[in-house]
């Protein structure tokens, strides 16, 4: 007791240097980093002993939390235990890390001064460590309106601790959102465009009644644009003490890679992309390329495990507070949702779900210091099954690295996180974080009237991260927006959960306006913007990643020969793929058929035109040979075959087989996109396979080589990433209907 | 009246008298801020229209806020739930709680009508209940249960279902336990349940037993949670209502249903209840009638609850005139127009006959009721008359004249016995459980 009293002297004296040995008193929970920035460990060991034995001290006159209690964590203890006499603003503080928590006033003379003291220290901390422990700047920097409650602070208790009030929810609940819009340029995402819901302020106020016996509530803070991080802080950004020393050494590689000093922590991708994810906002980010892959999955990884690490503190100190409390106490510990699955993440293949789960526990429980269950199931059921990709005619590199590992498209895993352990393959309704592929959960929730069906475990989800999106395009689309569709529905059993600890606003069915998501995307399609738009309902707003595309993919193009764009008119989307089918038969097909336009290829992005088209050519007795994701290989050969023989006049490809197994196509001379392809890539691949060494001498000449693309305003997005944003713009408001660009000098 | 009830009147108003012209007269002096009542709830009252207490409402209020336990027996419609909703309201607003009062009712339509009551009263004041019965989502449910209402109303079977299986819930901070049709609840074997309920409820609580008829075994309940209760009774024990007329029909059981048709063509233009023994029973008639082209519409306790309320809804609405039910209606059910209650099979426990006349001839108005006695029930009909303390006049029908309907009944039973099978054997195919015996 002497002691704490002496350090309350020191502190209203003003002197620094006592308040960085308190500061280092108090930090018991930050070893490591502590460790990392002052690189003075010796004179830190010396503190800690110290304060080793003022713990000792204390835990001798205080009750002792029993050992049952799964958080060995001395001070989480200490600090649970002043929570039960301190009022109930200490008590918010409670669980963030920062907490300086002088710990030891409850003295109740004291007690009211140390408070406010406390949590002046608590900013002069962070100041200082910000600073690396120039102290002396600081003094005059310590205002009051510094001085704020630093679990609030705390993105994750501000988002996810409070009820939605009825204003914003009603304006979350119009179609679309009341939001306010804001533009932001940062150094390496480009433009933002930030979203956030406001609530609506003009509908009729409610008369507060005179009487009620309703309780006083505290409603979430609407959200806030992100900040771009200038230095990488982990308290600032309070990242959980337990991994701070496997932060670093995880992300050790991108580092590296990006030829950047490890005391950078992050890349800048990662710090700006990190800004946003723990401001609990949604996110879009469709410039995700093979090199960067690395960079963004750990840093999502980290907000996972960081995510899951807060929650479970919680509930830890919860369950030592419930055990404690007396019968008829009032007070509510609401920390879960209404199933115990939190976070899911969807990836295409199980190579890309292997990559997670390696990260996940190198930032988690890197070899020595944790264990991971089920670890040899795993890395057998996850490792192997890869494509043999052809030594001779190399597939190109984008192709390598998409199908690099374990390729299937069946798979899901439930993760739990403990103390000291990551245990994979738990129940789903024991695990924290899942990760699966749309088709392994679509199995799962299953279609109306099917027996066995089973959605409960998307209820409470919090934390939905889509990686690669793009490929669930080339997957099934479908399955994604049905397995969308089944998030936050109320469980049909109970499945074992604890109601009185189920967070009101996922008793209120809130949940899908709590839930953050992350979508990642090579390229930008209004498909995934919609999910964005339609689906996620996040209440602290989304952001954007929306940069034009400058130079589109047809620079990529060698080869001189005219590119030809068709605009057809076309009222809504739906209507464009009939007007689009009407204009290819009236305006491109009967030109097309001319014996001197042979060797035409039409590639056709969608399946269902695709089948339309095969219908129409069967019904109209052309000549074409097909091949699709379908097609069994000897017909697949043998139409390719034809085609380069002049004996089949068109060819029809479908996007999805170019994507699967990505054909060099023989003596092609006319290309007709029938839409403007959904890689951008593929449009320039396919354009240059018209060279001269893969052309059929005897089937047409060079000087006739046409490309022909149909699109309509709906496709603007697609047409904008083959030929650049600003000539698509042109294009698509001009009066004329074709354009012609030519490539190749 | 009885001197039974004038003692326990005495105790709070000389003024009342048995004769209901002076009945009136005292009704207009008290208001319900006379009887300790605060002004919030006032309020509520007046926008309810409730411009003065009822007698039941008269007797058990200054008890209740008194802080004593009472056993109340009064007929349903009496204003009953006012009379202990607004005292646990009152406390409710002196001592703001989550899981204040729990309210055990034996039929699910009962507790959404008493959940509606203490709606409407605690409006102003933000008053949250949940209604837990049977048929219903269990996980909504337990979801409803998680918000903390201040006031739970419940059938005690599922009850004792979400105190078993809800994690999280209990019911230790309840202050106040109030048992609606507090005899019903143990006949109908709730007994088991509700002894459990008791079990897990502290014992320093206010306990509320309200009924229209008192078993012994009340009082066996009585001995088991009540603490120094008070006796509040506002009518004789059995009495039927005076504006009431009884008639009994006697006739032989193949001719039910043509007498049924024949009291239902004769009487056209009211609103019908008609009791039947069972759920089959119910479903038959219903039948039987819709095939006569009567407006008649089902009620038992094996359709769903959304059902029951839909058909519950369409009778209160007038678009169907005649209910159809067992005894799941027999009691507490709040419907105001019913004209005409015709016991098709006699009940077998006396005291239900006087729940179900109940049901019509409330608040001042006249009603009939015509019950059925077939040669093999007579001796259940002695019963009644002996428990009602008078004889009741016969029915007149002419039998020439009845009979007249018998070829069209007949018809009409030939149909609907086609239509049950077809019902029953759909129900076997599709796999439904709920399999109702054919009936004879």
């Avoid at chain 1, 991971?372 to 057998?380: G, S, T």
């Avoid at chain 1, 399609?525 to 034009?548: F, H, R, T, W």
């Amino acid at each position: 007791m002497n002691k704490k009293k002496r350090i309350y002297k020191h502190k209203s004296q003003g002197k620094s240097k006592s308040k960085i040995r308190k500061n280092k008193n108090d930090r018991v929970i930050n070893k490591k980093s502590l460790f990392n920035r002052y690189k003075n460990k010796q004179k830190i060991k010396e503190e800690m002993d110290k304060k080793c034995v003022i713990e000792k001290q204390f835990l001798a006159q205080k009750l002792v939390y029993s050992e049952s209690e799964e958080e060995g964590d001395v001070y989480d203890q200490l600090v649970t235990c002043f929570t039960k006499e301190s009022n109930s603003k200490r008590q918010q503080v409670v669980d963030s890390d920062i907490e300086s928590d002088c710990g030891s006033e409850h003295l109740n003379d004291v007690q009211n001064k140390l408070d406010s003291n406390s949590r002046l220290e608590c900013e002069e901390q962070m100041n200082l460590i910000q600073n690396n422990g120039n102290i002396t700047d600081n003094e005059n920097e310590v205002t009051d309106d510094e001085v704020v409650d630093s679990d609030l602070c705390d993105s994750f208790t501000k988002h996810y601790e409070f009820d939605l009030s009825d204003e914003l929810l009603v304006s979350l609940s119009n179609t679309p959102p009341s939001s306010e819009n804001v533009m932001k340029t940062w150094d390496v995402l480009g433009n933002l465009s930030i979203t956030i819901p406001k609530p609506v302020t003009t509908i009729m106020k409610k008369m507060k009644p005179k009487i009620t016996i309703l309780e006083e509530k505290k409603f979430a803070p609407t959200g806030m644009p992100p900040l771009p991080l200038k230095t990488v802080d982990f308290d600032k950004l309070y990242l959980k003490s337990q991994i701070h020393g496997n932060i670093v050494s995880a992300n050790k590689k991108n580092l590296i890679k990006w030829d950047l000093e490890i005391s950078e922590i992050f890349t800048p991708l990662q710090k700006e992309l990190f800004a946003i994810m723990n401001n609990y906002q949604d996110l879009l980010y469709s410039e995700r390329t093979f090199s960067k892959a690395d960079e963004i999955c750990y840093i999502y990884c980290l907000h996972v495990i960081n995510h899951m690490l807060k929650t479970r503190t919680k509930i830890v100190h919860h369950n030592a507070k419930i055990s404690k409390k007396s019968e008829h106490s009032e007070e509510e510990f609401r920390d879960q949702g209404i199933v115990r699955p939190k976070v899911l993440i969807l990836v295409p293949f199980k190579s890309a779900a292997y990559k997670i789960v390696k990260t996940l526990i190198d930032i988690l429980v890197p070899k020595e210091s944790g264990q991971v269950v089920n670890k040899n199931r795993f890395e057998e059921d996850f490792t192997g099954g890869e494509l043999l990709m052809p030594k001779k005619n190399p597939k190109p590199e984008d192709y390598e690295l998409m199908f690099s590992g374990n390729t299937e498209d069946t798979f899901r895993v439930g993760m739990t996180i403990t103390k000291k352990t990551l245990k994979l393959y738990t129940d789903f309704y024991a695990s924290d974080i899942i990760v699966a592929s749309p088709l392994g959960l679509r199995i799962l929730v299953g279609v109306e009237g099917e027996e066995e069906r089973d959605f409960d475990f998307l209820a409470s989800i919090e934390l939905l991260i889509m990686d690669q999106a793009d490929v669930f395009l080339m997957q099934n689309w479908d399955h994604l927006l049905h397995v969308l569709d089944h998030f936050h529905l109320q469980p049909k059993k109970t499945h074992g959960t604890d109601f009185s600890r189920v967070r009101m606003w996922a008793v209120n069915g809130w949940s899908k306006y709590y839930r953050q998501t992350l979508i990642f995307s090579s390229i930008a399609l209004p498909e995934i913007k919609s999910i964005m738009n339609k689906k996620c309902q996040n209440y602290a707003g989304k952001v954007i990643v929306d940069n034009p595309i400058e130079h589109g993919s047809i620079r990529q193009v060698v080869l001189q020969v005219p590119h030809i764009y068709h605009r057809f008119k076309a009222d809504s989307p739906l209507e464009s793929v009939e007007a689009r089918f009407e204009y290819f038969i009236k305006h491109i097909l009967p030109k097309q058929r001319d014996p001197l336009m042979s060797h035409t290829l039409i590639y056709v992005p969608s399946y269902f035109d695709y089948v339309r088209l095969r219908n129409y050519f069967k019904k109209e007795d052309i000549g074409f040979v097909q091949i699709c994701e379908y097609s069994k290989d000897s017909k697949i050969a043998r139409a390719r075959d034809m085609f380069f023989h002049t004996e089949a006049h068109f060819l029809l490809y479908s996007e999805r087989v170019h994507f699967f197994r990505r054909f060099r196509i023989k003596g092609i001379r006319h290309i007709i996109f029938y839409q403007p392809p959904t890689y951008p890539h593929f449009y320039s691949e396919m354009c240059n396979l018209m060279q001269e060494s893969n052309q059929n001498r005897y089937g047409g000449s060079e000087c006739n080589m046409t490309v022909s693309v149909l699109c309509s305003r709906y496709d603007a997005q697609r047409a904008a990433a083959l030929t650049g944003a600003a000539r698509a713009a042109r294009a698509l408001s001009s009066d004329r209907a074709v354009h012609v660009y030519l490539t190749g000098d | 009246m009885t001197a039974d009830s004038e003692q326990s009147e005495d105790e709070t108003s000389i003024t009342d008298q048995p004769t209901l012209n002076e009945q009136v007269d005292d009704e207009a002096t008290v208001t319900f801020k006379d009887l300790g009542i605060v002004d919030v709830l006032c309020e509520a009252c007046e926008e309810l229209k409730w411009k003065t207490p009822s007698k039941i409402q008269k007797e058990a209020i200054p008890v209740a806020l008194e802080g004593k336990d009472i056993i109340g027996l009064a007929e349903t419609g009496s204003g009953k739930t006012g009379a202990f909703a607004l005292p646990i309201l009152q406390a409710l607003l002196e001592n703001p709680q989550r899981y204040f009062a729990l309210i055990l009712t034996p039929t699910r339509e009962l507790a959404f009508q008493i959940s509606e009551q203490f709606e409407a009263l605690g409006a102003s004041i933000g008053v949250k209940c949940a209604v837990i019965v049977g048929g219903m989502d269990m996980v909504a449910q337990a979801l409803m249960l998680s918000k903390k209402p201040h006031i739970i109303i419940a059938t005690p079977g599922r009850l004792v279902d979400h105190l078993e299986n809800t994690k999280g819930f209990n019911l230790k901070a309840v202050k106040y336990l109030v048992m609606d049709e507090a005899d019903r609840i143990l006949n109908m074997d709730f007994e088991v349940e509700v002894d459990k309920i008791l079990r897990v409820i502290p014992r320093e609580r206010r306990t509320y037993l309200f009924s229209a008829t008192m078993t012994k075994k009340v009082q066996k309940l009585q001995r088991a949670s009540l603490q120094d209760p008070v006796k509040v009774e506002v009518s004789t024990k059995y009495q039927t209502v005076d504006k009431l007329q009884q008639y009994y029909l006697f006739i032989p059981v193949k001719y039910k249903d043509v007498y049924l048709v024949h009291v239902l063509n004769e009487l056209s233009g009211h609103s019908f209840i008609v009791f039947v023994a069972t759920c089959a029973g119910a479903l038959r008639a219903a039948l039987l009638l819709r095939n006569l082209g009567l407006a008649a519409v089902p009620l038992h306790g094996q359709m769903s609850q959304n059902k029951r309320l839909a058909a519950l809804n369409k009778f209160k609405n007038k678009s169907r005139s005649i209910l159809i039910c067992t005894d799941v209606a027999s009691r507490g059910l709040d419907i105001p127009h019913v004209d005409v209650v015709i016991n098709l099979d006699i009940p077998l426990h006396s005291k239900d006959y006087i729940h179900r006349v109940g049901r019509t001839a409330r608040a001042g108005r006249a009603g009939k009721a015509i019950t059925f006695v077939s040669q093999y029930d007579v001796e259940l009909y002695q019963r009644i008359e002996q428990l009602i303390g008078k004889q009741l006049p016969k029915y007149d029908a002419e039998e020439a004249e009845v009979l007249i309907l018998q070829e069209r009944v007949a018809e009409a039973q030939r149909l609907t016995n086609i239509l049950l099978r077809n019902h029953y054997q759909f129900q076997i195919i599709v796999g439904r459980h709920s399999l109702l015996p054919f009936p004879s």
